[in-house]
């Protein structure tokens, strides 16, 4: 068991490095810093000296190799917008983001499993078609397209909700909405499948045939078995929550880590970027990282075969 963590751990971390250095190279690939800060039209020796200031100078192997010592003693860097510590740009955002994300993750868990396992045990029926439909239009839909069409109905016509900001606790609501519908819907489809699959199982078909009630078949026998799956599912959706919210904060203006990930981009603030994509990769990593562990939880035949092994 423990060369079994310490491979899990060894993959995360090599995860993450490898999202790091392909984040680096390519925010540095992709053009200057000092041209979008200073604009073109700065005097070439403020552009030079605003180069060198920062590293930017510097061969790109060598400007990697600070950076990732610098991370190595706890130091992401700072913004080129306002001079301050990257992480403590980052970090005054997160609140905000996990004000809609956290909602919206509830959300999805609370409609979209009940309606997988609804729609598996009505298999063919009415209610499994119009289950799934939703689900469909729910995953299928951009979230950029759903955010404006929520904010057509309930902000435009009605005048229930805020269209955007973050003045009011309501102006949540809509962000959440759009968060966790589209999530829902995945997670009603890959629960309904899980289910399905499980549905079909010998050992189903025995304890029917044995008398057990079906509400006990499905209780003891079928949820347990179709939770490694979902539960495959959620932890992916807890690894992006960060980067799940990027379009929607957009839309409606919330003021999180995922609309300044934008508004570095634009104004090629490497280091904020750097520095939000890491918290990214590392939020899923470990979101990975902890679904594998719930697995021998789960199903202990998991367990048995990794000690086994070892």
Sequence with gaps: MTRFLALRFARALLSIVLVVTFAFVVLRLSGDPALTI?????????????????????PIWLQYLHYFGAIVHGELGVSMRDGRSALTVVTERIPATLMITIPALMLKIALGIPAGITAALHRNTLRDRLLMAGAVAGFTVPSFVLGLLLVLVFAVRLGWLP????????????????????????????????????????YIRTASAKGVPWRLVVRHHALPNAAIPTVTVVGFMIGSLIAGAVVVESVFSWPGVGRLLVVAVANRDLAVVQCILLLVSATMVMANLIVDLLYGVLDPRLRVSTAAAH
Excluded: C, N
């Design 163 to 202: 269209s955007g900001g973050d003045e009011r606790w309501s102006s949540a609501v809509l962000p959440v909405l759009t968060l966790g519908l589209g999530g829902a819907g995945i997670l009603a489809r890959f629960t309904r499948s899980a289910m399905l699959e499980v549905l079909g199982q010998p």
């Design 38 to 58: 200073m604009s073109p039209e700065a005097p070439p020796e403020a552009i030079a000296a605003f180069r060198k200031a920062w590293g930017l100078d510097q």
